[in-house]
């Protein structure tokens, strides 16, 4: 199986900050990976695909790189509505696999 | 408007059974795979279970292969895990999602049901 691992678990930042969460793999999954943000009691909400490609709806101050075992997430300039917590998703290969996830605390 | 709605979770004994359905509309479901994802109380993501759009092809998690059935009505809208043997460490909030495909290739979980709680304990 693909390991994901997500660093840090949890962070604190401040409105307007930019915010760089890091995902590696286990091993290579080329650019399948995916981003989704979940709120408190809510479903978790995809943000991007195919490790750069932004979901339809989600504002650009998110975006994603990487490749091959190595991707961040980086949110510019943070929003109160982006306090949350994140998660990275291997989909090159199941079983697919999320990481541990990045809480996104206010600071 | 895609819409999934999660159904059928309760209370179980450790040994019961329990299926839960997944009820879509705003798209042309027998043309989607269709994966299930479960969140234990207060911990991260796991993926359980995806099929194809046709229900030829069923992926399991080793957490639940040989206990759990993924399986789907097309006519119906719905989708439907029956899980067996349900244990303790089988309790969380499972959500069904839609796989997204574009151009022949499939990638993420584009659009999640609110989820159903299933609660395994004596």
């Known amino acids: 199986d693909i390991q994901m691992t997500q660093s840090p678990s949890s962070l604190s930042a401040s409105v307007g900050d930019r915010v760089t969460i890091t995902c590696r793999a286990s091993?290579?999954?080329?650019?399948?990976l995916a981003w989704y943000q979940q709120k408190p009691g809510k479903a978790p909400k995809a943000l991007v695909y195919?490790?750069?490609s932004l979901q339809g709806g989600v504002p650009l101050r998110f975006s994603g790189s990487g490749s091959g075992t190595d991707f961040t997430l980086t949110i510019n300039s943070l929003q109160p509505e982006d306090f949350a917590t994140y998660y990275c998703?291997?989909?090159?290969?199941?079983?697919?696999?999320f990481g541990g996830g990045t809480k996104v605390e206010i600071k | 408007e895609v819409h999934l709605l999660e159904s059928g979770g309760g209370l179980v004994q450790p040994g019961a059974s329990l299926r839960l359905s997944c009820a879509v509309s705003?798209?042309?479901?027998?043309?989607?795979?269709m994966t299930w994802v479960r969140q234990a109380p207060g911990k991260g993501l796991e993926w359980v279970s995806e099929?194809?759009?046709?229900?030829?092809?069923?992926y399991y998690a080793d957490s639940v292969k040989g206990r759990f059935t993924l399986s789907r009505d097309n006519p119906k809208n719905t989708l439907y895990l029956q899980m067996n043997s349900l244990r303790a460490e089988d309790t969380a909030l499972y959500y069904c999602?839609?796989?997204?495909?574009?151009?022949?290739?499939?990638?993420?979980?584009?659009?999640w049901g609110q989820g159903t709680l299933v609660t395994v304990s004596s």
């Open positions: 195919a490790a750069s």
């Open positions: 705003g798209f042309t479901f027998g043309s989607y795979s």
């Open positions: 998703q291997q989909y090159k290969s199941f079983p697919f696999t």
């Open positions: 091993q290579g999954i080329s650019s399948w």
């Open positions: 099929i194809s759009g046709g229900g030829d092809y069923t």
């Open positions: 999602a839609k796989r997204y495909c574009s151009g022949g290739v499939c990638h993420h979980f584009d659009h």
